[in-house]
Nanobody, 124 residues
Framework: QVQLVESGGRLVQAGGSLRLSCTASGHTFSSVVVGWFRQALGKEREFVAAIGAGGFSTYYADSVKGRFTISRDNAKNTLLLQMNSVKPEDTALYYC?????????????????WGQGTQVTVSS
């Protein structure tokens, strides 16, 4: 199995920046698609961004394009999400997820492993 632990969530003012990290353990991290999802209070979990195993392909939700950047360092078993120009609507619990089998990278059903989440709160 792949174990994922998120960190970096905090309170930040609108327009500011922060960086989320996801540290993975397991033998298959370098060969899996990994991504970020988020869930705001009272709302469904939604796709944020994903990156291919080799780091050559990235995918973003329309709501974060141009503001967030996903990257990975396979040597460090780390997934990152750089969040710039954050908005109050970015407030959510952010989850790191891994998909060994591929498929639809924008759908949560394609991911087998999940972290516990890290809270991001953006004040207006």
């Amino acid at each position: 199995q792949v174990q994922l632990v998120e960190s970096g969530g905090r309170l930040v003012q609108a327009g500011g920046s922060l960086r989320l990290s996801c540290t993975a353990s397991g033998h298959t991290f370098s060969s899996v698609v990994v991504g970020w999802f988020r869930q705001a209070l009272g709302k469904e979990r939604e796709f944020v961004a994903a990156i291919g195993a080799g780091g050559f392909s990235t995918y973003y939700a329309d709501s974060v394009k141009g503001r967030f950047t996903i990257s990975r360092d396979n040597a460090k078993n780390t997934l990152l999400l750089q969040m710039n120009s954050v908005k109050p609507e970015d407030t959510a619990l952010y989850y790191c997820a891994a998909s060994p089998r591929g498929g639809n990278v924008r759908g949560e059903r394609g991911y087998d492993y999940w972290g516990q989440g890290t809270q991001v709160t953006v004040s207006s």
